[in-house]
């Protein structure tokens, strides 16, 4: 009688231990699929704010350097001992110009791209600060040269350079600009072949 009492308090209680270890190994099983739920929301929210960033500041610096590339058409390739007579800076000459040099209405127009895209640029900065926090280091560093890039043929353009010096810088600009695609494509995880766009022939 005791021998078969003994059994059944050893059943019983190797049942509520398959019973409490069962529930144990659930809960633990649950917890770490909430864990590996949370991980998959969080890597999908900062890949979609990678995207957004990304493609807002990639959309703005063409936007920058089309317009740069349509003021220097207004430079020219005439070869002088001081490019602007006087004046260091486009922006420093008088509204009527230089006679023979810089037409007022040239200086006009390059006045206006040249503030645009410093307005743009100051705006772009922002956008390069949230890539260096939510983006790849190789990212957030062809973010900073892309906008050097187009930093530089502003003031090239300041200088009423040479065309062809000016229109070589826009074009180190494009190659930034197809460095920077490529790492964030990286950091997307974009598979697939990346064709750079935008090729326009020098004019």
Known sequence: MQAAH???????????????????????FNRRTE???????????????????????????LSVERRLWSACAHLDREERAERLPGFTTVLLTPEEGIPGVLEPIT??????????????????????AELTLIGSAEEAVAARELLEALGHVVGLLEGFVLF????????????????????????????????????????
């Open 35 to 61: 864990r590996d739920r949370h991980r998959r929301e969080d890597q999908s929210r900062w890949l979609a704010d990678r995207q957004r960033v990304g493609a807002k500041f990639l959309a703005g610096c």
């Open 107 to 128: 200086r006009e127009i390059l006045i206006e791209d040249i503030e645009t895209a410093f307005d743009s640029l100051n705006e772009l900065e922002e956008l390069a």
């Open 164 to 203: 062809d010096a000016a229109a070589d810088a826009v074009e180190e600009c494009r190659t930034a600009r197809d460095i920077f695609t490529a790492q964030a494509r990286i950091s997307l995880q974009v598979d697939g072949i990346f064709t750079a766009p935008d090729r326009r022939p020098r004019a």
């Open 6 to 28: 003994v059994v059944q308090i050893l059943t019983t209680g190797i049942g509520v231990g398959g019973t409490l270890s069962a529930a144990l190994l659930t809960q633990a």
